[in-house]
């Protein structure tokens, strides 16, 4: 019954939010068809506005699993909401063991997974150096990995959206999915997720503008850039790969 309650609300979130982004923004989705029709599959994106996980998700030809901040969850309305449509929470900047093993269960049942590895928004100043903790999980369960590119959705500002309607210069915003790929196998280490996280991010940046490319722009190319990985990660990382093999 929770399920059922589920789709229905999800449809209709997705299907309201899908009206709402056409109605006030110039929206264009390109590369659809690259996302694998069934099986399991990691969405990975960039992040620049709060519109970007409802855009992203909504606009989505499959239904998916985002992984957001735990303190959405614990906002009032907005935090049932996000529970409703099948969302669940991180703590952010840590290693969220519970959180990896959500989204690991999700993609076992077939399901695909949108993760956001920057960990915070860059307000559209260019990509940040990202978080490890997706790349675990695409090598912990050999998940294919489809980069998302979204771009624009940094020049949306609340107080002005009504008035650039109404002059016919909405914001254009532009959500681009890449081809899939597969991790190298054999690499489910610590090293291998920092890694297998610049080459996801790599994969995310060709989908932007070079404007928008930020830490994993020409100027490092041929260096690894992540955000290095605390204790906890690592200890999180190494405790979930023996879990794993059992």
Same mark, same amino acid.
């Given at each position: ?6 789709? #229905?609300?999800?449809? @209709?979130?997705?299907?309201?939010? !899908? ?7 110039? #929206? ?15 969405? #990975? ?12 998700? &909504? ?9 957001? /901040? ?9 935090? *049932?909401?996000? *529970?409703?449509?099948? @969302? ?17 269960? $999700? ?10 590895? %920057? ?8 990509? /940040?150096?990202?978080?490890?903790? +997706? +790349?675990?999980? =695409? ?18 500002? *609340? /107080? ?8 016919? !210069? !909405?914001?254009?915003?532009? #959500?681009? $999915? ?6 190298? /196998? ?6 291998? =997720? ?8 790599? @994969?995310? =940046? ?32 190494? %405790? %979930?790969?023996?879990? &794993? !093999?059992?």
């Amino acid at each position: 019954m929770r399920r059922f309650f589920s789709r #229905i609300i999800y449809g @209709a979130l997705t299907r309201f939010t !899908r009206a709402a982004g056409r109605l006030l923004a110039d #929206i264009e989705v390109v590369g659809r068809d690259r996302l694998p029709t069934e099986g399991p599959v990691i969405l #990975i994106c960039n992040h620049a506005h709060l519109v970007d996980p409802p855009l992203v998700g &909504s606009f989505s030809p499959r239904p998916v699993h985002t992984m957001a /901040k735990r303190e959405l969850f614990e906002t009032p309305l907005i935090g *049932w909401i996000f *529970w409703a449509v099948g @969302a669940f929470p991180v703590r952010r900047f840590s290693g969220d063991l519970g959180a990896l093993r959500v989204a690991r269960n $999700y993609l076992r049942d077939g399901g695909v997974v949108l993760m956001y590895p %920057e960990g915070t928004r860059n307000h559209g100043r260019g990509l /940040k150096p990202a978080l490890p903790g +997706a +790349a675990m999980v =695409a090598l912990l369960t050999d998940t294919p990995v489809v980069p998302v590119g979204i771009s624009g959705s940094h020049a949306i500002r *609340w /107080k002005t959206i009504p008035f650039l309607w109404i002059l016919r !210069r !909405r914001p254009r915003i532009r #959500i681009e $999915y890449g081809e899939p790929f597969n991790l190298e /196998k054999g690499r489910a280490s610590a090293q291998g =997720a920092m890694a297998a996280t610049d080459r996801i991010m790599r @994969a995310v =940046a060709a989908l932007l503008p070079e404007e928008s490319r930020g830490a994993y722009g020409e100027q490092t190319a041929g260096t690894i850039v992540v955000a290095r990985a605390t204790p906890d990660q690592r200890e999180s990382f190494e %405790e %979930e790969r023996r879990g &794993s !093999r059992e």
